[in-house]
């Protein structure tokens, strides 16, 4: 089945050293989105890549990083995790523009962060 | 910057009963998702609406779109436990294609 992979699932990491967390599809979508989400909030836009443009929304912190090295693959590099970097990172896809569903978003099942 | 609000945050109810979850924007939007995140999942998409008024249904769940495509509403008839979850709107807003999750309302299913 066509889907979104998330690795690791959990993963923790020290204070301060770096951390990457991947994401693949099989639904060649030209669309993926990394998401941050915090217990009880909405899923917060880090960036997003259309094919290989990369988009950074104003308030992602320089911190976070991200490498789309091809279509199926997506990174996600935290440089120095801090203690408010700990939550559940989501990888979605979505078709392109122009597809009648292209804002319908796929999700990865999330890799949640854990920062000691 | 733009925003789509949702409303209730929290909601109980006892099983059996309905639950209605409303979705408003300040400016008109070309489409609105809905998407359902339960306990410890991911969000998963649910369904999407395109057109001004349009009524969908899914079994119990009804999803509208208002004439004016600045609100949208979900509505689930006699709720059952396995509804329990976080059910978020997301629209494009401010020109942008890519959608805003509104902030969920999370649902409590009381057996």
């Known amino acids: 089945d066509a889907m979104v992979i998330q690795n690791p699932r959990y993963q923790v990491t020290q204070f301060g050293k770096p951390v990457t967390l991947s994401c693949s599809q099989t639904?060649?979508?030209?669309?993926m989105y990394w998401y941050q989400q915090k217990s009880s909030q909405a899923p917060k836009l880090l960036f997003h890549y259309y094919d290989k443009d990369f988009n950074n929304e104003a308030d992602t912190p320089d911190n976070f990083q991200s490498r789309r090295p091809n279509t199926s693959f997506c990174f996600l590099d935290i440089r120095s995790p801090g203690l408010g970097d700990a939550a559940m990172y989501l990888c979605?896809?979505?078709?392109?523009?122009?597809?009648?569903?292209?804002?319908?978003?796929?999700f990865g099942p999330g890799t949640r962060l854990t920062v000691l | 910057g733009q925003q789509v609000m949702q409303i209730p945050q929290y909601q109980h109810v006892q099983e059996g009963e309905d639950f209605t979850t409303y979705c408003n924007s300040s400016t008109t939007l070309s489409n609105i998702q809905w998407y359902k995140q339960r306990p410890g999942g991911h969000p998963v998409f649910l369904i999407q609406l395109v057109k001004s008024g349009e009524v969908k249904k899914q079994k119990r769940l009804t999803f509208q779109f208002g004439e004016a495509k600045k609100n949208s509403s979900l509505h689930i008839t006699a709720t059952q436990t396995t509804d329990v979850g976080t059910y978020f709107c997301?629209?494009?807003?401010?020109?942008?294609?890519?959608?805003?999750f509104g902030r969920g309302t999370s649902l409590i299913v009381h057996p």
């Open positions: 997301a629209g494009p807003t401010g020109g942008s294609y890519i959608p805003t």
């Open positions: 639904l060649n979508h030209n669309v």
């Open positions: 979605a896809t979505s078709p392109p523009l122009g597809t009648p569903t292209y804002n319908e978003q796929f």
